[in-house]
Structure formats: C-alpha cells, structure tokens
DNA sequence: ACGGTACTTCTACAGGTGTAGAAGTACCGG
DNA sequence: CCGGTACTTCTACACCTGTAGAAGTACCGT
C-alpha cells in the first residue's frame, strides 16, 4: 500500500480553493477535480464522501496556519515592546487579507461557521500552541500580565474579528485599532 | 395586486431557521417549506429563485437585527459610566449566544461569510444607524474620545469577534474582556 | 350568484451531486 | 517478459435542487 499522499494534499489545496471562491454550496467532487485540473471523478475516487472531503480541507487548513505562525514566531525576536507587538500584528492581518491569504482566511471562516454545528471539525480548528501565539504570550507575561494565556486568547480573538470585519467589508486593520487592543491586553 | 406580506415574512424567517441549523447548503426552496411546515413548493412560489430566497433573508435578518438594537437603545438610559456599558455589552452578547438570538447569529455569520463573493448582500448587512449604536457612541463622544465614531466601530467589530468565537466553541463572553475593550475603546 | 383576480398548491423536468464500482494503466519483483 | 498490485480514470445511477408553469381555490365587487 504505498499512499500518493500528493495527490491528497494538492486535492485538498485546490478544495480549499474551491471553498474560499465559491462556497460551502459550491465545494463539490467535481468542483474540485475541475479546480484541481484533475480528470472528473478524482476527488470522489481520494475522497469517497463529501465530509471526507471536508474533513481532510479542514486539517490542511489548520496545517497551513500552523505552518505559518510556526514560521512568523521562529524568526521574530522576543517581543520587547507594545510597538513591536503593534508591528508584528500590521503584518500578520494584511497577510489574512490578501492574496492567497484572503483566500485561506474566506475559507477558514466558512470552516468555522460550519464547525459551531460539526463537532469533529471543531476539534480540528481549535486554536493550537505556536510560536507565534506563544511569543505574544511571554511579552504579555514579561510585561507583568496576571493571566496572560487569557488576555492572549482574548487579544487574538479580537483580531480575529477585526480580520473578518476587513474580510467582509473591505480595508485593512489600522495599526491604531492595533495598538488599542494591545494597549487593553497590558493593561 | 394584494401581496401577502406576511407569508414572504414567515417563510423568510422559516430561512433564517434553516440556515442556522443546516448551514448555506442546506438552505433549499424544499427545506424551507419544510421548516415552515407548508406544502411544498411554497418556498418556490413566492421566491422563485434561491438568490431571492437568499436576499429576503438577509434583508429579514437586518430588520430583526435592527428592532432589536432600536429596542435596546431605546430602553437604555444614556449610558454613564464604562461599568454601565460594559454591562450593558454583557447583555448584548449573552442575548446573541443563547436560544433564538443563537440561531440568528449563525446566520448572520454564515451571510457575512457569504456576502464577502456577493456585493448585493453586503449592501444589505452593512452596519447601520441604531439607537443602541448611538448612545455608545454618544457616550464615547462625552468621556473626551476624539473619534469616537470610529472607535465604536473597532469596538464592536471586537466585540462581534468575541460572540463568533464563543457561538462556535461555546463558552460566554466573560465581563473582564469587555471591560478591556471598553478601557481600549476610552483609551 | 358569479366572473375574475390573486393567491395557493401541484407537477414536471433538466440539470447537478454524492457515491459506488468497473475498466484501464503503470510499474515493480521476479 | 510477465503477472500482480496499487493507483487512476471512467461510467453508472439514485437522489436532490432550482425553476417553470399548470391546476386548483378563495374571495371580492357587482
């Protein structure tokens, strides 16, 4: 049994596709194979079910941004200011909300919405440690921060819903709102 | 010609219903006569397309939305003090996570998502004018915030970060995280 | 009472969709 | 060279969906 685990991946990249141009109703067997540029009938014979399907965009999803928030903690320095945080934070919403990263963003926000129903897609997109989140976590601890696991959480999840704001709505997130955010996370 | 405005209403909040609790494709002409409970192709008959089914559900979900917010507005004193609205925020998000105001909420998110491929639904659920909006802006306004416009904004785009997190891994949203919200948005 | 109008219900149908399994192809060990 | 195994492609089919239009029903003014 040896597994082409590429053709998995790149047919699970084309559905993440799929799903951010034409959603949930549009991700289909076919839609994929089409996206994929793969011959009708591929990603059913990969895939055989369509939460199949789902499951395995979902846990490319997760293994995308884990990937690169892995990469965005390991070359940034320990975090020494609200400024750098600020900074850090400019670039990592402009990178959701542009290009290929608006594109995973629309499909990780379609995933979410579908998980409030879907237990087992859920458990894959719960936030996971990383060196990114992590870094963010000991400035708010080096800063003397009570709970900084929560304010972290809570900081991020504002962010979230400032991404999905700009997502939607179109714009950017302005470093000022940034800088209110990490200026309530000290406080 | 006498339209029957409130079997176009009724089946337009049957829709919401569905999209709640079956998500963008489960959301079907027959799935909505179902959920209304009348003969099938009811759905069909007074909107004949699913982008019209689509579009009256969303301009119906505004209005519920709306009334709402109007209503609270409008029983709410001018707010004084941060504790008064963090306190009314506590209520706002506790009303959106829980039973019918739940519901609604999957939907709203589940048509934001959608309404960033689609201009026409962005139109309708662009943030409007309510009292509710106001007297936290005005409030603002009156502690000294220079814009306070704006930050009502960010403030309740955060917010609405905080409600999606929590409607899809549970949980409420906790007093402590508005507060450092609010303390932002006065900053 | 009744003809007409507007609303309601039913039926049809051309696609599309999920899923299964058969047919075809490539490639490795011998 | 060849048989077999694993991967790939094709085909089939039952079901669902969007949409149209016909048939049926209620109700109003006259």
Redesign the interface.
């Known amino acids: 049994m040896r597994v082409s685990t590429d053709r998995r991946t790149l047919l699970a990249d084309a559905a993440i596709g799929v799903l951010a141009?034409a959603?949930?109703?549009g991700l289909t067997h076919r839609a994929v194979d089409r996206a994929a540029q793969l011959p009708p009938g591929t990603t059913s014979a990969y895939y055989r079910t369509r939460q199949a399907l789902l499951t395995a965009l979902v846990r490319r999803l997760v293994a995308l941004d884990q990937a690169e928030l892995q990469e965005i903690g390991a070359r940034t320095p320990p975090l020494r200011s609200a400024g750098e945080v600020v900074r850090g934070l400019v670039a990592f919403t402009a990178a959701r909300l542009t290009g290929d990263g608006r594109r995973r963003s629309?499909a990780r926000?379609?995933c979410?919405?579908?998980?409030?129903?879907h237990p087992e897609l859920?458990e894959i997109?719960?936030p996971r440690e990383n060196l990114a989140r992590q870094a963010l976590c000991d400035f708010l601890a080096a800063q003397g921060v009570a709970d900084p696991e929560e304010?972290t959480v809570?900081l991020l999840?504002?962010?979230?819903?400032?991404v999905?704001?700009r997502?939607?709505?179109g714009g950017s997130v302005a470093e000022e709102?940034l800088r209110?955010?990490v200026?309530?996370?000290l406080?």
Chains 1, 2 share one sequence.
Do not use: Q
């Open positions: 141009d959603g949930m109703r629309l926000y379609a979410a919405v579908e998980s409030a129903r859920r997109l719960v304010r809570t999840t504002c962010v979230d819903g400032l999905f704001d997502l939607v709505n709102e209110g955010l200026t309530a996370a406080r």
